[in-house]
């Protein structure tokens, strides 16, 4: 009884080490005599004690790895660092455990050489402007030489880049004259709106006045020529009263000569008198002699 107990728990203590249960986004490589048997996946798994043995634990998780600033050389012999951050995901782990060894360290060194030939094709300023390119290549051609290692490169960003302090300092000095130029132009933009518009108020303020002045001796003409026209339509309108009252020629003769005493009543000193009021001034004179005669007799 004894030794059955003794063996049931040598055997409880052999498989129960052997039962495996691999998680989510890992896997297991597993090797059977040395030799690589097969790859598990995320569930309950058991391993034939003293034949299997697990080789090799991946994770299937996005993996980031920020990478050590590196010296590259542009086309125009400017010495620069130059830091990167690759994001890669391995999606065999058979390839990923046996096609490389030390497979992070395998991707940085890639990743150094790859940067030094594109950079190596630009010049300076083409570095500092152009991320885009150099990202985009240095994905494409990282890709394409990891996949024989299970590694699909996803992204590849240029974190970085730092030129010699003399560039910066000249390229700072660049800059400001470049801000400084353009805020000279804008002064000057922004000072030729202003007289524009300085200008062309003025212009609309004298155009606004000589139509005022315009309007305005319009409207004294309008009515020096309404009060005329008044004037005009009053005496009318008199002398047609005159004829309907059936005024004879002694009555117009004798308005005449009252308008003649008022004009003898100005500043005037020489006064014309018309023929009609002569004969009439004759008429007046005999009539009052003729009275007088009478009298006297």
Do not use: C
């Not at 309404?226 to 004037?231: D, L, M, N, P, T």
Request: hydrophobic share 45%.
């Amino acid at each position: 009884m004894t030794v059955l107990i003794v063996i049931l728990i040598i055997v409880v203590l052999i498989i129960i080490p052997n039962v495996k249960i691999v998680p989510q986004a890992k896997a297991y490589v597993i090797e059977r005599v040395g030799s690589y048997y097969t790859t598990w996946s995320n569930g309950l798994h058991i391993k034939i004690p003293f034949l299997d043995r697990i080789s090799k634990i991946v994770s299937l998780k996005e993996i980031v790895k920020d990478f050590a600033p590196q010296p590259v050389i542009t086309k125009d012999n400017v010495t620069m660092q130059i830091d990167t951050v690759v994001y890669f995901q391995i999606t065999d782990p058979k390839l990923y455990t046996y096609g490389v060894e030390n497979p992070i360290n395998a991707i940085e060194n890639l990743t150094a050489t790859t940067l030094r030939n594109i950079i190596g094709e630009l010049e300076l300023d083409q570095t500092l402007t152009s991320r885009d390119i150099i990202n985009s290549k240095m994905r494409s051609i990282l890709d394409e030489a990891t996949d024989p290692w299970g590694i699909k490169v996803n992204r590849v960003e240029v974190k970085n880049i730092l030129p010699p302090r003399d560039i910066q300092d000249a390229m700072e000095k660049q800059m400001r004259a470049e801000r400084e130029r353009r805020e000279a132009i804008l002064k000057a933009e922004g000072e030729k709106k202003s007289s524009i518009l300085i200008a062309e108020g003025e212009k609309a303020a004298q155009i606004l006045q000589a139509e005022a002045e315009m309007e305005a001796q319009i409207r004294v003409a309008q009515g020096e020529a309404e009060a005329i026209i008044k004037v005009k339509e009053a005496e009318a309108k008199g002398i047609e009263l005159i004829k309907k009252a059936s005024a004879d020629k002694n009555v117009l003769t004798l308005m005449s000569f009252e308008a003649l005493k008022e004009v003898a009543n100005g500043q005037s000193t020489k006064i014309i008198i018309p023929s009609e009021l002569q004969n009439f001034a004759t008429l007046g004179t005999t009539i009052s002699e003729m009275f007088t005669d009478k009298k006297g007799k």
